[in-house]
């Protein structure tokens, strides 16, 4: 992180994303925008954009579509419907971008268009990748994640995906998600009928979790995890929780009733948890 304040919005403390000699460009995790400043600015405290980088464009402060993308979406999705839906659903959403990012690459072959995009984004056309990530690459890498934003950026990134473009979309992606998408996690599906206790106590006999699970065992192994029929794979369970910390919670189950592990996927969908460093369920 860095002692600027966001351009944006005005918080304190965004991440480095690239360094160079005299340039930096940083991302906000309060706003999600992604930052291009001159370094001499940043040493000196002060988050503001080059002026020679990008033209003045009109402020989206309080659109509460902010929450859901960056200030030059908004501006091009008010220009184009000047009453479109504030809580949008995943399928809206989706074509958002998907129409934003066919936009945003008519600007590279097209004069009008460039000068359109010109006039909307606070970023300059050249410091945004030719290919941003698929905002359903995005949804599908949260969804595998289990709502943690720092894990479903660095899956996005191993995958070669842009790093600021990763964060910025991840970050509004989770703001959706837990705010107009809740209905649409996987964890707030319509609970499956409480497994029988024998068929949960073969999970934790040699054979059970340590040797993979198949056909009825999986369905078992959700109810018990996360009181859903089904979720993300069963492995990528046991590589992000640790099967230590799987096991234990089976065994909690058992004793109480309990589920620690969807304690902590809900706990990742509080509206400000992707809004820290991933220390626990962020």
């Known amino acids: 992180m860095i002692d600027v304040p966001c351009a944006q919005c005005g918080r304190p403390g965004p991440d480095v994303i690239r360094l160079r000699r005299r340039t930096v460009r940083y991302s906000c995790r309060s706003c999600g925008a992604v930052i291009s400043a001159r370094r001499a600015d940043v040493e000196a405290g002060r988050g503001l954009w080059r002026r020679d980088a990008a033209p003045r464009v009109t402020p989206v402060d309080g659109d509460p579509l902010l929450a859901f993308m960056p200030p030059r979406m908004v501006r091009w999705l008010r220009e184009d419907d000047q009453k479109p839906a504030e809580a949008p659903d995943r399928r809206t959403l989706t074509r958002w971008y998907a129409e934003f990012d066919r936009f945003t690459a008519q600007a ?132 992000t929780f640790g099967a230590p910390r799987v096991e234990a919670a089976v065994r909690a189950y058992l004793e109480n009733g309990a589920r620690p592990l969807r304690d902590a996927v809900l706990a990742a969908l509080e509206p400000d948890a992707g809004e820290e460093p991933a220390g626990g369920a962020s």
């Not at 009928?193 to 059970?208: I, M, Y």
């Open 108 to 239: 590279r072959d097209s004069a009008e268009a460039r000068k359109r995009f010109a006039r909307l984004s606070e970023v300059p056309l050249n410091e945004l990748p030719a290919k941003p990530t698929p905002f359903t690459k995005v949804i599908g890498a949260l969804n595998a994640s289990f709502y943690d934003v720092d894990a479903a950026v660095a899956h996005l990134v191993a995958q070669g995906n842009d790093p600021g473009t990763a964060a910025e979309r991840t970050r509004h992606a989770h703001r959706w998600f837990t705010t107009a998408g809740r209905s649409a996690t996987w964890i707030s599906a319509e609970a499956p009928p409480e497994p029988d206790p024998d068929r949960v106590k073969a999970l934790l006999e040699p054979g059970g979790l340590a040797a993979g699970l198949r056909g009825e065992q999986v369905g078992v192994f959700f109810a018990v995890l996360f009181r859903v029929a089904k979720g993300p794979s069963a492995r990528s369970v046991a590589e």
